[in-house]
């Protein structure tokens, strides 16, 4: 059973890949700032990319978004199976 969707949900679905994207960042700035540099410009991009994925992908589904597994079955195939 999947939980209901909240905004407080949305958001923490958004703040955490750009959190941990700052932690990579921290801990390769440490190493050598050009290598945490480099992380920063690939994990802002990257970001940008999931986030842009996901606004997507509703209307590349025919505007149902992410179905749920046990509305996903067709109806022909939800046949409750014979007991002997």
């Known amino acids: 059973m999947s939980p209901k969707?909240?905004?407080?949900?949305?958001?923490a679905k958004?703040?955490?890949?750009?959190?941990?994207?700052?932690?990579?960042?921290?801990?390769?700035w440490h190493m050598s700032w050009i290598a945490g540099l480099v992380l920063l410009v690939s994990g802002?991009?990257?970001v940008i990319?999931?986030?842009?994925?996901?606004?997507?992908?509703?209307?590349?589904?025919?505007g149902e978004g992410i179905v749920p597994?046990?509305?996903s079955i067709p109806p022909e195939l939800d046949e409750p199976?014979?007991?002997?």
């Open 5 to 11: 969707e909240t905004p407080l949900l949305n958001f």
């Open 14 to 28: 958004g703040v955490a890949p750009l959190t941990s994207c700052i932690g990579v960042v921290a801990a390769f």
């Open 44 to 46: 802002t991009v990257a």
């Open 49 to 62: 990319a999931y986030g842009g994925f996901f606004s997507v992908l509703p209307r590349e589904m025919g």
């Open 69 to 71: 597994p046990e509305k």
């Open 81 to 84: 199976h014979p007991t002997a």
